[in-house]
């Protein structure tokens, strides 16, 4: 991503993307100052070891996200997990980069860390899988490691949407998933790279992250109880305007923390309008 960075800047800012998922990052440390972009979290698996590789994935600041920590996690598997939230269900993003010359264990080893994301109910799994022998319109392989992969997403009722070329005339971008896919284009691409841009959206509402904040509920105040030990607290004889104040202000923050409970502060969806005459 060097050479192409501000390009995938300035294609994130101007097209407002929610998600942008990235594969063959080749980042390392270097890169930190350079890779953030503004409006966004930042996750990333880097190469370790050797040149190339790496995953990424942009994600919006008002998206409730976290990464998952898989118990059937490999160093040797590209792979980024975030769980997104929204109205209280969760679902997978997976970004996943495999090589080219990737060996069985390591193909069975990602197969292990899809099983676990399947305890979620919903899953997007996208990236460059690298299978170009595997024909998309008929379901046929012609080598056992690609026939693996077929048959995890046929026996987990997953759906693979790519349906054209997207590096030369293969299909290698693969995005697969049990979720409600539309508006899929494909084309363009970002710098010189070989590989085809691919757009989509999930037909779900993002959720907000929780407020932390909490604010004065006065629906649960007890007025009553509250005027009598505000009245009770103050004593206002020969005092000063200025000092008349401070003691009402003080016994009144007082009384307020202790008869009026708190609660999280909401958003404005859902609120009602306010009434005018």
């Known amino acids: 991503m060097g050479n192409k960075q501000e390009e995938l800047e300035a294609t994130v800012l101007l097209e407002s993307y929610d998600l942008v998922a990235i594969t063959e990052t080749w980042w390392a440390e270097s890169h930190d100052w350079s890779a953030a972009i503004n409006g966004y979290k930042l996750f990333r698996r880097d190469r370790q070891g050797r040149r190339g590789g790496g ?3 942009y994600i919006k600041k008002w998206i409730e996200c976290e990464e998952l920590s898989l118990k059937n996690s490999h160093e040797s598997v590209e792979s980024l997990w ?21 060996g069985e264990p390591i193909d069975e080893a990602f197969s292990l860390q899809l099983q676990d994301a399947l305890c979620s109910q919903a899953l997007v799994l996208l990236g460059d899988f690298n299978h170009p022998n595997i ?17 995890c997403i046929e026996d987990n009722f997953l759906s693979q949407v790519i349906d054209s070329p997207t590096r030369g005339d293969a299909i290698l971008d693969l995005l697969v998933t049990n979720e409600l896919i539309d508006d899929v284009k494909i084309g363009g691409s970002l710098g010189c790279s070989d590989h085809t841009l ?18 004065l509920n006065f629906r649960k105040a007890n007025f009553q109880l ?26 009144f923050h007082r009384v307020q923390e202790l008869l009026i409970p708190r609660c999280k502060k909401s958003g404005n969806k859902g609120k009602r309008q306010a009434w005018m005459s």
């Not at 769980?83 to 679902?91: A, E, L, V, Y």
């Not at 996943?96 to 010359?101: A, V």
């Not at 691919?198 to 604010?215: H, N």
């Open 82 to 102: 975030v769980r997104i939230g929204d109205q209280g269900n969760k679902g997978n993003l997976v970004v996943y980069y495999r090589p080219p010359d990737q």
């Open 198 to 215: 691919v757009e989509f959206t999930v037909l779900r509402d993002m959720g907000q992250a929780k407020s932390k904040i909490r604010t």
């Open 55 to 57: 995953v990424a994935l």
């Open 226 to 251: 509250f005027k009598e030990l505000v009245h009770r607290e103050i004593t206002l004889r020969d005092k000063g305007a200025e000092q008349s104040w401070q003691i009402f202000k003080d016994a």
């Open 135 to 151: 024909c998309w319109k008929t379901r046929t392989v012609s080598c056992r490691q690609s026939r693996r992969l077929l048959e």
